[in-house]
């Protein structure tokens, strides 16, 4: 069992039982984590304001080792998003952030890239209205940070930069190939 206290980003919580909640958290340095919060349904829970979806928290963990499930020990609220004015947009793009994160990281992987993304993405959708030229660069990153987009620099086949030449795309396999492996495609 080890206890340590990280930076997060609350992502969703659901219930466990009629005083506590499940809450994943996506942290700066170990990933994707779900974690048992007791106590949090009672009126006088300190953490009941701070872990709610989209926050921006330092948090107090406890982890048992081979265990699904930590602890929370203690919450503390960095910042809350989508910010003081409420607009559904901007909840809409926060949720919407969040859930891309949910589904596509590993819980216990960490990955600090996505995390700063993820932080600059709800800071830019609090700070403004989110247009869609945010939302469309957060979706790219979150792609490219995961290894889901594929290079579009170099051929497929024998690895030769094709910046210059341009490339030919072969859409069944997601690749780019070359003037040369392209084979008169």
Known sequence: MFLFETEAIVLRHYPLSDSGRIVVFFTRKHGKIRAV???????KSSLAGTLE????????LRVREGKDLGNIRGAELVSAFPGKVLDLRRIYACSYFA????????????????????LASMKAAAAALPTTALIRYFEIWALRLNGFLPNLTVCSACGKNVIDEGFFAWIEAGEARCRACAGGL
């Open 37 to 43: 919060a007791d106590g949090i349904k009672n009126p």
């Open 53 to 60: 979806p989209f926050n921006h928290v330092r948090v107090e």
């Open 99 to 118: 859930e891309i994160v949910n589904e596509i990281v590993q819980e216990n992987q960490d990955n600090h890239l996505l995390f700063r993304l993820l």
